[in-house]
């Protein structure tokens, strides 16, 4: 029997559908892909859930930076949690990260309690702590359900020999491996790091239906098209289903 799980990480209803059909096991709901994903809104996450069926990972972020957050913005967070767990989240993805480059263990230990039964994934705070084996200690204390990783490195094959660590003293925690995880690379990466969790967003651009086009005008990043829009894409999210069923 086949024990691989795919994620796919999405921000629009047309890619939880996309990656539905495809084969993805479950989503992570976000906004903002293109700057690392935000939190999403409630009615984002109810359409999702109704129209995909799929187990749904929400994503708690206030903001594009580094995981050191406010008061305030830590109060925001709370909320958002309490409400998306209350609306049905099968699990809450966040983390906090102290100025030096440990965890949060307050903050952590706060939103761990106000999920209740629901399911807690540390994410790629992870990725930017100060000593991977020390968080991942003190996620098995905390009981963290699964930890969003590349390996520390900006991509997971190239943190994929950090990732193999991780695994082998992960106990009961889920490593998710993610990061330039796609369908040309997922066999190499299930063969190194021995992981079962892959997670992907399997974007595509895809051209704005607008016509007539501003110039000179950036409503966000200048470096963007303000016409280009990034969904998953179905065919590669079916492609890695494969790979996985095939392992």
């Known amino acids: 029997m086949n024990h691989f799980i795919l994620e796919a990480c999405v921000d629009n209803i047309a890619s939880a559908k996309a990656a539905m059909r495809g084969g993805a096991d479950r989503l992570e709901l976000c906004t903002g892909l293109v700057v690392g994903g935000l939190t999403p809104g409630l009615p984002f996450f109810r359409q999702v859930k109704e129209q995909t069926g799929l187990r749904t990972h929400v994503l708690v972020r206030p903001r594009f930076g580094d995981f050191c957050y406010t008061d305030d913005e830590f109060a925001v967070m709370l909320e958002e949690i309490s409400a998306l767990v209350q609306a049905g989240a099968d699990a809450i993805v966040t983390g906090f990260l102290l100025p030096d480059g440990n ?15 629901c399911r807690l994934t540390l994410h790629r705070a992870f990725d930017v702590c100060a000593d991977p084996y020390r968080a991942l200690e003190e996620a098995k204390t905390l009981g963290i359900d699964t930890i969003l990783t590349s390996g520390q490195q900006n991509s997971a094959v190239e943190g994929a020999a950090l990732l193999r660590d991780l695994v082998q ?79």
């Open 103 to 117: 965890l949060d263990l307050t903050k952590m230990e706060k939103v761990r309690t106000l999920c209740k039964n």
């Open 169 to 247: 003293q992960a106990g009961p925690v889920e490593i998710l491996v993610g990061s330039g995880v796609k369908s040309g690379n997922l066999r190499e990466l299930a063969m190194k790091t021995g992981a079962k969790s892959f997670h992907l967003s399997a974007k595509k651009e895809k051209d704005s239906a607008m016509q007539y086009r501003k110039a000179g005008v950036s409503m966000g990043l200048p470096m963007m098209s303000e016409y280009t829009i990034f969904e998953t894409d179905e065919a590669e999210i079916a492609a890695a289903r494969q790979i996985l069923e095939q392992l």
